[in-house]
């Protein structure tokens, strides 16, 4: 597998891609994919980022997610349950204001 992004609903769920592909501008490509996705349905996209990994918060700054803070997320065990996980919510608006025309 080189790269994916999973959506779901205004998430980006999931998005991987392989080490030899860091750098060659897939991520930025498959997460665009993914806010064009969720974009037809909403106005706000959120994902997780781990606190711990800030090579990936970096790199969704760099794309224009905002940090909107700590939470747990709650992520799903195989027995239907889930566990809290320390993450910081990124956020970015998919439908910016449109600017204002100038009137004379």
């Known amino acids: ?10 998430e980006i769920e999931q998005l991987y891609v392989d080490a030899e592909q860091r750098g060659s501008g897939l991520a930025a490509a498959l997460l665009g ?4 996705v969720i974009a037809a349905e909403y ?3 959120f994902l ?9 918060r ?5 794309q224009g997610w905002v940090d909107a803070g700590p939470f747990d997320y709650r992520a799903w065990t ?8 320390p993450c910081h919510r990124y956020e970015k608006s ?3 204001a449109a600017g204002c025309a100038a009137t004379s």
Do not use: I
């Open 58 to 62: 970096r790199f969704y700054e760099r």
């Open 94 to 96: 998919l439908h910016p």
């Open 33 to 36: 994919h993914g806010e064009t």
């Open 78 to 85: 195989r027995d239907g349950g889930s566990v809290p996980v």
């Open 1 to 10: 597998m080189t790269g994916l992004v999973v959506t779901h609903r205004d």
């Open 43 to 45: 106005p706000l996209a």
């Open 48 to 56: 997780a980022v781990v606190a711990g990994n800030a090579r990936a």
